[in-house]
C-alpha cells in the first residue's frame, strides 16, 4: 500500500539536503578521518579510494539491490552495491559525491568529538541516549530477552539496560541488539501517544508505522497514513508529543500555512520549545545526540 502526498516534518528545506538543519559544517576543509572500523559486516570490505579533496575510506558491501547505495553511519561511509557493478564503478561513484560524503563526515566527526561517545556506545558500560536520559549497557549471556532495570518509559540516568549478549560481543551485535530493543519501546510508547493525542482532537487515522528515514520526522498521507522516525524514542516526551501533534494536525490541514500551525498550537500548546530544540538534530546522525 502506497503513501501518497507525504509531508516532511519541515518542508521549507531543500530536497537535496536533511528536513532538518543539521548541525554547521566547519568551514575549513580539514581532511575528515575515515579509518577503518574496529569490526566489520559479515561478508563487507574496507576500501580507499583517492578524491580530489582527499583519500576516502569506506565499508563495502554488496546486496541485491539495484543500484549504489550511500549512507553515513557510526562508523562513517558505507557503500552497498550490486554484485554486478565493478570496484572502478563503486569508486567513481564515491568520487562523484564526495562533497557531499566529506560535508556529511564532517558534521559526524565534529558531533564524536564533541561528545566523545564514537568508541564507547556500542559496548559493555556504553550509554546511549533514551527519552531524553542517558542508560548504561550492560552484557549478560545468561539473559534470554532485553531487561531494562527502571521505568519503561520514565527512565533515570543511569538505569541499567541489560543484553543478552556475552560481555565481548562484536559492536555490530550489540548495536543491532540496542535499535531492536529501541524500536520495540518506540512502537509501545508512540502508540500510546498517538492515541491520546487522537481521542483528544476526535480524529481517526487509517494506520501507522514506525520509518527509519534519514531525513525526516515524520510523515502523514492524505488518506491518513503517519509514519514516526523510531529514532525519536532518544528524545524526552516533549518532543515525541510535538512530531505526533504535528502529524494529527496533518489530518486538517495537508499544508503548513498558519491555520496548520495554528492547528498544531491547540493540539499541543506550547509547541515551539520542542520544534525549536528537534530542529537542531539529523535522523540520519543519531543516536550522537
Given at each position: 500500500m502506497g503513501w501518497p502526498e507525504q509531508l516532511p516534518l519541515f518542508p521549507d528545506t531543500p530536497a537535496s539536503t536533511s528536513a532538518l538543519q543539521p548541525a554547521p559544517q566547519p568551514r575549513a576543509e580539514h581532511a575528515v578521518a575515515t579509518a577503518c572500523p574496529p569490526a566489520l559486516p559479515h561478508n563487507a570490505r574496507w576500501r580507499e579510494v583517492r578524491a580530489a579533496q582527499q583519500t576516502i575510506g569506506y565499508v563495502l558491501q554488496r546486496s541485491r539491490r539495484k543500484s549504489i547505495g550511500l549512507t553515513i553511519n557510526d562508523d562513517g561511509l558505507q557503500v552497498t552495491a550490486p554484485n554486478w557493478v565493478t570496484l572502478g564503478q563503486i569508486d567513481a561513484t564515491v568520487v562523484e559525491k564526495a562533497p557531499w560524503i566529506l560535508g556529511k563526515l564532517r558534521i559526524r566527526q565534529a558531533r564524536q568529538q564533541h561528545l566523545a561517545t564514537a568508541d564507547t556506545l556500542w559496548q559493555n558500560g556504553g550509554t546511549i541516549p533514551y527519552l531524553g536520559r542517558r542508560i548504561v549497557l550492560k552484557l549478560?549471556?545468561?539473559?534470554?530477552?532485553?531487561?531494562?532495570?527502571?521505568?519503561?518509559?520514565?527512565?533515570?540516568?543511569?538505569?541499567?539496560?541489560?543484553?543478552?549478549?556475552?560481555?565481548?560481543?562484536?559492536?555490530?551485535?550489540?548495536?543491532?541488539?540496542?535499535?531492536?530493543?529501541?524500536?520495540?519501546?518506540?512502537?509501545?510508547?508512540?502508540?500510546?501517544?498517538?492515541?491520546?493525542?487522537?481521542?483528544?482532537?476526535?480524529?481517526?487515522?487509517?494506520?501507522?508505522?514506525?520509518?527509519?528515514?534519514?531525513?525526516?520526522?515524520?510523515?502523514?498521507?492524505?488518506?491518513?497514513?503517519?509514519?514516526?522516525?523510531?529514532?525519536?524514542?532518544?528524545?524526552?516526551?516533549?518532543?515525541?508529543?510535538?512530531?505526533?501533534?504535528?502529524?494529527?494536525?496533518?489530518?486538517?490541514?495537508?499544508?503548513?500555512?498558519?491555520?496548520?500551525?495554528?492547528?498544531?498550537?491547540?493540539?499541543?500548546?506550547?509547541?515551539?520549545?520542542?520544534?525549536?530544540?528537534?530542529?537542531?538534530?539529523?535522523?540520519?546522525?543519531?543516536?550522537?545526540?
Open positions: 549478560d549471556g545468561m539473559q534470554k530477552t532485553p531487561v531494562f532495570q527502571g521505568a519503561p518509559f520514565a527512565p533515570e540516568h543511569g538505569n541499567v539496560l541489560s543484553l543478552p549478549l556475552p560481555a565481548d560481543a562484536d559492536r555490530n551485535r550489540v548495536r543491532d541488539s540496542v535499535h531492536s530493543w529501541l524500536q520495540q519501546q518506540a512502537l509501545a510508547w508512540f502508540g500510546q501517544r498517538l492515541q491520546h493525542f487522537l481521542d483528544a482532537s476526535q480524529l481517526t487515522i487509517r494506520r501507522w508505522r514506525l520509518s527509519s528515514a534519514a531525513t525526516r520526522w515524520g510523515s502523514c498521507s492524505s488518506d491518513g497514513n503517519i509514519m514516526l522516525n523510531w529514532r525519536l524514542i532518544h528524545f524526552e516526551h516533549d518532543i515525541i508529543d510535538y512530531v505526533i501533534a504535528h502529524e494529527i494536525a496533518h489530518l486538517r490541514e495537508m499544508n503548513h500555512s498558519k491555520d496548520f500551525w495554528r492547528e498544531v498550537g491547540l493540539i499541543l500548546p506550547g509547541f515551539e520549545r520542542s520544534r525549536n530544540a528537534l530542529r537542531q538534530h539529523d535522523p540520519g546522525s543519531l543516536p550522537l545526540l
